[in-house]
């Protein structure tokens, strides 16, 4: 069974900063890539940037250079730090872990978690 949780996301006020979590846990030999989502009110989840296993990390145009993905594959973690934040970006943030267990290679979703941007 493999678990994938988020975590750090709150209520932050114009141009500040949060830094968001994502760990995945269980059974499975690797982590081939970790994506993270937004999904902003009556909107559909959007992709907004990710990290594949060996690689550099990927953004959507519009929060390249506000928003920095890292990892810790040691501990199965990757991190979304988010600064300079607007309130457009009030939004639940999912993690999206694709990963390998045998044979199988599945993408796997964490809850969300909210955040908030506004004074």
């Known amino acids: 069974q493999v678990q994938v949780v988020e975590s750090g996301g709150g209520l932050v006020q114009p141009g500040g900063s949060l830094r968001l979590s994502c760990v995945a846990s269980?059974?499975?030999?690797?982590?081939?890539?970790m994506d993270w989502y937004q999904q902003r009110p009556g909107k559909q989840r959007e992709w907004i940037a990710g990290?594949?296993?060996?690689?550099?990390?990927v953004y959507l145009d519009s929060v390249k250079g506000r928003f920095t993905v890292s990892e810790d594959t040691a501990k199965n973690t990757v991190f979304l730090q988010m600064n300079n934040l607007k309130p457009e970006d009030t939004a639940v943030y999912y993690c999206?872990?694709?990963?390998?267990?045998?044979?199988?290679?599945?993408?796997?979703w964490g809850q969300g978690t909210q955040v908030t941007v506004s004074s």
């Open positions: 999206n872990a694709l990963i390998k267990a045998g044979f199988f290679e599945d993408h796997h």
């Open positions: 269980g059974s499975f030999s690797s982590i081939s890539r």
């Open positions: 990290i594949a296993s060996g690689a550099g990390a």
